[in-house]
T-cell receptor, first 111, second 117 residues
Framework: QQQVKQSPQSLIVQKGGISIINCAYE??????FPWYQQFPGKGPALLIA?????SEKKEGRFTISFNKSAKQFSLHIMDSQPGDSATYFC??????????FGKGTTLSVSS | GAVVSQHPSWVICKSGTSVKIECRSL??????MFWYRQFPKQSLMLMAT?????????EQGVEKDKFLINHASLTLSTLTVTSAHPEDSSFYIC?????????????FGEGSRLTVL
């Protein structure tokens, strides 16, 4: 059973556009929801994270929207740039345990 | 910020040999470290949870006798791939949680690319 479902698998956005990636989770015990960015050959790097007591969190061009009742959360990248082209993973964990990752979204921002 | 260092970053070995990958937390103490494996164009899959001073907990389907994990100190965990075969070729990534913070954040190493010939 896939605990964290991520969509879309790939995404092409024009420079300056908004990139939106969605995730849904099953386990209501999850209490930490991060998004990671990964470039080829590198380890994942934390972009932004949210806890279920908050519905939205913004850091620069990156925003997480969280819907606890729907068990969904999404990443919005405003003013997308070619340098944002990477693979993005949503993840979830509970009470300090290991992160469970979604399958990833490959984002390409065209100039 | 918290830094996790992995070594080596890439390694090529012959089939049947063993390879050791080190994971160090450079500026924090990590009572728990996690080892992930990532095949090309796939997600990170948890292999095992490593607790300092105790035996690692392996995920279902991961052979504990093949992937030996040792977490002898609060800053070092090692993964040894024993009798490696071509199907073990993958990107191995360790991560650690800073025991001094309660943020839930996991800090990841840069990964180790293993190629078994």
């Amino acid at each position: 059973q896939q605990q964290v479902k991520q969509s879309p698998q790939s995404l092409i956005v024009q420079k300056g556009g908004i990139s939106i990636i969605n995730c849904a989770y099953e386990n209501t015990a999850f209490d930490y929801f991060p998004w990671y960015q990964q470039f080829p050959g590198k380890g994942p790097a934390l972009l932004i994270a949210i806890r279920p007591d908050v519905s939205e969190k913004k850091e620069g061009r990156f925003t997480i929207s969280f819907n606890k009742s729907a068990k969904q959360f999404s990443l919005h990248i405003m003013d997308s740039q070619p340098g944002d082209s990477a693979t993005y993973f949503c993840a979830a964990s509970r009470a300090g345990t290991a992160l469970i990752f979604g399958k990833g979204t490959t984002l390409s921002v065209s100039s | 910020g918290a830094v996790v260092s992995q070594h080596p970053s890439w390694v090529i070995c012959k089939s049947g040999t063993s390879v050791k990958i080190e994971c160090r937390s450079l500026d924090f103490q990590a009572t728990t470290m996690f080892w992930y494996r990532q095949f090309p164009k796939q997600s990170l899959m948890l292999m095992a949870t490593s607790n300092e001073g105790s035996k690692a907990t392996y995920e279902q389907g991961v052979e504990k006798d093949k992937f030996l994990i040792n977490h002898a100190s609060l800053t070092l965990s090692t993964l040894t791939v024993t009798s490696a075969h071509p199907e073990d070729s993958s990107f191995y990534i360790c991560s650690a949680r800073d025991g001094g913070r309660n943020t839930g954040e996991l800090f990841f190493g840069e990964g180790s690319r293993l190629t078994v010939l």
